[in-house]
């Protein structure tokens, strides 16, 4: 494969530009903007092109700064968001992210991004109301060019290649800001061992979302009550092989009623542990319930859960005044994978 990008000559209308892009496979269906070379140099600055980042799985296509360039202008990305592109590309080299299987499998897997440090304000992205939702050109962009980046780079094909039954809309774009004004506890990045004045990405393949409604609780107890049992969930991967995460990402309201009660971020994943570590067998398939008791996972008629307090990773985002946590539980092989974003 060659370490520059292709030179393709088409008569200079969008209509046609779209149109064989879309006739490439190139697009997420969505309309483009056309990556034309003063914009892939102006998306670049001063990177040297053919610099490769990574290898990128299934096809293990070259990440250069310029491929990468490339597909940050189809998304719609300013310039000045190319440093999280290049972070992300090398999470997604990481194996612990497990973008093989990502890539390829048949679940309804799709890629989320937490952003941290100042970069969060620099960018404008954002981490408060509606933090998942559509209205934030930093948000939608960024993460719509790290799946077409997927597709472009890894080969991540609908078809021939991703063999995901029923899709997800995380594989148009998933990047929120964890909003650490109103975090109780430390941010998700310096809990991973980087600095609070770094600016990182952190990233999982999560395979669902569940919206966790609880208006009501008011002690801490109460509320991850609620989450628990939410999370005694027999379908997913975490519970089902017994590894990967459960991101969870609680409202400001729900962590600061957790940290008022005296909770830490390893309290409460403590909680959640003890509380999801033993699912009733029954609950299960009778294949399922078979395949338990010759893995020896079965205690008292119960399946053991989670597989331990750190498969749960605690972040804080979106408004106040709406008391709504979510469960995001990750794909088997998919570990979070958090990186320094370039300044």
Request: aromatic share 8%; glycine share 8%; hydrophobic share 40%.
């Amino acid at each position: 494969m060659s370490s520059r990008v292709d030179r393709v000559m088409v008569n200079d209308s969008y209509d046609d530009i779209y149109e064989f892009a879309r006739s490439q496979n190139w697009t997420d269906g969505l309309p483009i903007v056309p990556p034309t070379e003063e914009r892939v140099a102006r998306m670049l600055g001063d990177r040297p092109p053919v610099k490769v980042l990574a290898q990128l799985e299934p096809q293990n296509g070259e990440a250069t700064l310029e491929r990468l360039a490339v597909n940050a202008v189809m998304a719609g990305c300013l310039p000045s968001y190319f440093p999280v592109i290049i972070a992300a590309a090398e999470a997604m080299a990481d194996p612990l992210l497990g973008m093989y299987h990502v890539n390829t499998t048949t679940n309804s897997v799709g890629l989320i991004s937490v952003i941290n440090g100042p970069i969060r304000h620099k960018l404008g992205i954002n981490g408060s109301y509606g933090c998942f939702g559509p209205g934030w050109h930093p948000n939608a962009t960024i993460g719509r060019a790290i799946r077409l980046i997927q597709l472009n780079i890894g080969g991540s094909i609908p078809g021939p290649v991703s063999k995901s039954t029923m899709g997800s809309p995380w594989r148009y774009t998933g990047v929120i800001a964890e909003n650490q004004e109103k975090n109780p506890w430390e941010p998700l990045h310096v809990e991973r061992g980087f600095r609070p004045e770094d600016s990182t990405i952190s990233m999982l393949g999560v395979a669902s979302f569940c919206n966790l409604s609880d208006i009501w609780s008011r002690t801490a107890e109460d509320i991850l009550t609620t989450l628990a049992s939410a999370m005694r969930w027999p379908g997913i991967h975490v519970i089902r092989y017994h590894k990967g995460h459960n991101l969870i990402v609680l409202n400001p309201d729900h962590a600061a009623i957790m940290h008022r009660d005296g909770y830490s971020k390893q309290s409460v994943r403590e909680y959640l542990f003890e509380h999801t570590k033993r699912i009733p067998l029954s609950d299960f398939s009778r294949p399922e319930q078979e395949r338990f008791i010759k893995g020896g996972r079965v205690f008292d008629n119960t399946v053991q859960g989670a597989p331990s307090p750190d498969s749960f990773i605690v972040a804080v985002a979106g408004g106040n005044g709406g008391l709504h946590s979510l469960f995001l539980p990750s794909l088997t092989s998919s570990a979070m994978v958090t990186r320094l974003i370039p300044e």
